[in-house]
T-cell receptor, first 110, second 114 residues
Framework: GQSLEQPSEVTAVEGAIVQINCTYQ??????LSWYQQHDGGAPTFLSY??LDGLEETGRFSSFLSRSDSYGYLLLQELQMKDSASYFC???????????WGAGTKLIIKP | ETGVTQTPRHLVMGMTNKKSLKCEQH?????MYWYKQSAKKPLELMFV???????ENNSVPSRFSPECPNSSHLFLHLHTLQPEDSALYLC?????????????FGEGSRLTVL
């Protein structure tokens, strides 16, 4: 079957750097996406990696290794507002719809 | 207007009630989606509409009935639900349903079935 694995919870300190990993098992691959969801809020798109390597957008970066079926989201200079759940997702090869991980809750301490 | 708007934000219903969830997108997108979100579980795709036509029904029980009158509006009609249907129901839209573009989500309708 197709699945994604990510840690359920990660704790970090304000101002620090944190990495949220995602490994996937899919029959085909069309890219790895990351979404952020604050408590009570809508999931919002953060990044999309179709090719290997690091994509940087401000304090957030996303990495993909297709040979390892692995990616991560890197958050730098953590701020309290980054406390949220982060979801990785890949596209299903059969119907192009997103398959989601269960989400990683990021807890930031002062 | 925010991009994707869902109403109501919260809904409590009995197992014999009939209610509807509404979603409206102001982004000019052609695809709309219903997802179910339960705690500590991956988002579950329920239905996909592309240019008002249903293109995905992810083995959803018939007590959930979607309706898409146009590309901007999506409804989820609820009838004789079960307590295990209690969850956050998220609506999303995208430019079209089979591309690699991002999804834009609403804030969801929190459903409690008693």
């Amino acid at each position: 079957g197709q699945s994604l694995e990510q840690p359920s919870e990660v704790t970090a300190v304000e101002g620090a750097i944190v990495q949220i990993n995602c490994t996937y098992q899919t029959s085909g691959f069309y890219g790895l996406s990351w979404y952020q969801q604050h408590d009570g809020g809508a999931p919002t798109f953060l990044s999309y990696n179709a090719l290997d390597g690091l994509e940087e957008t401000g304090r957030f970066s996303s990495f993909l290794s297709r040979s390892d079926s692995y990616g991560y989201l890197l958050l730098q200079e953590l701020q309290m507002k980054d406390s949220a759940s982060y979801f990785c997702a890949v596209r299903d090869h059969s119907n192009y719809q997103l398959i989601w991980g269960a989400g990683t809750k990021l807890i930031i301490k002062p | 207007e925010t991009g994707v708007t869902q109403t109501p934000r919260h809904l409590v219903m009995g197992m014999t009630n009939k209610k509807s969830l509404k979603c409206e997108q102001h982004l000019g997108h052609n695809a709309m989606y219903w997802y179910k979100q339960s705690a500590k579980k991956p988002l579950e795709l329920m239905f996909v509409y592309n240019f008002k036509e249903q293109t995905e029904n992810n083995s959803v029980p018939s007590r959930f009935s979607p309706e898409c009158p146009n590309s901007s509006h999506l409804f989820l009609h609820l009838h004789t639900l079960q307590p295990e249907d209690s969850a956050l129901y998220l609506c999303a839209s995208s430019q079209e349903s089979r591309g690699t573009g991002e999804l834009f989500f609403g804030e969801g309708s929190r459903l409690t079935v008693l």
